[in-house]
């Protein structure tokens, strides 16, 4: 049995799972943290942002300690888990993917580093699918030259390369705690005081870039964000074993194209709000300049029907990029 780490008559931990139509998985996730949470002071909520597969009635009638909120509409991940935040009481607050897993160690083994780690803001582990395979778990914070490296295929290219290797550290072996620019939010562990400092998840982000900013907040506020390599979490939905060409048929779907919305619309509001004007511009530029030319390529060649849909993918995203862009003016209207 794990050791009981010093608790506050409140809670050690507060576990925060938000759910939206994974009724099963998020069956299997709840089994994990009662079996492997039970040696801690804790408390549990799942929010469910309007589930239509009873996700809510499961909770409700199979987890009884857990703190069910029935959300009225679907809230989006940050404002999701700004619900229960509000309401935690706990000195660590986790943030759950329903599609993540926990390993027996995972708990007591991240809680001592975050108590002896004071300077640790916001931890990470390492994610791997359930085929064993490790998934991008630190990373860099977003810039321009980044993304470049990204959407030409640089990164890919050199996968051992600091300078090009891109922004997951692909040419680090994993090996020991770092600080690191952002950790994604499948295990998403944060300090209660730090949550204290700089508030909650910013709400505008429904999708995408919400754990980004709050990382970067954090930072700025004097704390690290730490990946910790000594345990693991599985997360379901970080595996991607599509082919390009089908990832490209799929954002041609009604659904790709509203995620591509959400994608694009948030990444420049984080630009805006955080660096400014000029590297929001920057980053775009960098996008619709790299889909302009594969839009030319296969306006030239035309070789069948995968150049007809990169051709149709790349004026999607050009397009979606002006659209967002004139849709807040800018980036003014999403910093107020």
Known sequence: MARKLDATPQKLLSIIIVS??????LRNCLNYVRKFAQDFSHEVYVVDNDSHDYSADMVEKEFPEVHLIRSPKNLGFAAG???????????????????????????????KYMDENPKTGILGVKL????????????????????????TGIASKNPNSERFGGPDFTWWDHSEPKNVGWVPGAYF??????????????????????????????????WEVTFYPYTKCIHLGGQSSA???????????????????????NELRYYRKNHGFMPMIKSAFVEIFWKSMIYL??????????????????????GTFLACLKEDKYGTVTTN
């Open 81 to 111: 888990n700004n619900l229960a935040l509000r309401k935690c009481v706990g000195r660590y607050l986790l943030l759950l993917n329903s599609d993540a897993y926990l390993y027996e160690d995972t708990l007591p083994k991240t809680l």
């Open 20 to 25: 939206y139509n994974t009724k099963d998985i």
């Open 297 to 318: 390529k296969n306006s030239i060649r035309r070789k069948g029907e995968e150049s007809r849909v990169k051709r149709e993918e790349a004026k999607l995203v050009i």
């Open 189 to 222: 562990l944060v300090r209660k005081e730090v949550t204290e400092r700089i508030g909650f998840l910013d709400e505008r982000y429904f999708l995408y870039f919400e754990e980004i900013d709050f990382c970067l907040r954090t930072k700025r506020a004097g």
């Open 243 to 265: 082919k390009s060409s089908e990832l490209t048929q799929k954002a041609m779907t009604s659904g790709g194209k509203q995620l591509l919305h959400l994608r694009i619309k």
């Open 128 to 151: 791997v699918g359930d085929d064993g395979l490790m998934q991008p778990s630190a990373r860099m914070l977003p810039s321009p030259w980044l993304k470049f490296l990204v959407i």
